[in-house]
């Protein structure tokens, strides 16, 4: 599942995961990929931080879903959104005063972060490592 408000971007990287031999299924609303997680099975999310709609940062981007998520994995329910490996994706953090903000995301339940622009080689082996170690 990928989060992302560029969709330009999103179809990018999602023929770069198809041609790798995953499925995926793109979203630019958190509250939907949050809807969609639980109805489907999926074994990642990559998800941007800042959604933009309408010339405004949408209240349901990328740390807001990754803080959800995290909330079900530390209430130990039985949801499967609670076991998703996150990556994090931004290109915020490459801009004066942002840089932080990949750490954010990293203490509110990410298992990975990338800045935007990064090599799909990079990703590729973050996904790698993290369904490794995800799975059984």
């Known amino acids: ?5 560029d969709m330009d971007f999103a179809e990018m990287l999602k023929m770069d ?14 509250n939907e990929a949050f ?16 959604i ?4 405004q940062v949408a209240r349901d981007g ?3 879903l990754t803080g959800r998520l995290q909330n079900i994995r530390v209430s130990n329910e039985k949801d499967r959104r ?6 994090v994706i931004s ?14 995301a990293k203490s509110l339940g990410a298992d990975a972060v990338l800045a935007k622009p990064f090599a799909p080689e990079d990703l590729h082996n973050m996904i790698d490592r993290l369904l490794a ?3 059984p």
């Open 1 to 5: 599942m990928i989060l992302e408000d």
């Open 17 to 30: 995961l198809v041609h790798h031999g995953y499925e995926v299924d793109v979203t630019d609303s958190g």
């Open 35 to 50: 809807e969609l997680l639980s109805q489907q099975d999926y074994d990642l999310l990559i998800a941007d931080i800042y």
């Open 52 to 55: 933009w709609k309408d010339g």
């Open 62 to 64: 990328g740390l807001l």
């Open 82 to 87: 609670g076991s998703l490996p996150i990556i």
């Open 91 to 104: 290109g915020a953090a490459r801009r004066p005063g942002q840089h932080h903000i990949l750490d954010v």
């Open 133 to 135: 170690s995800y799975r």
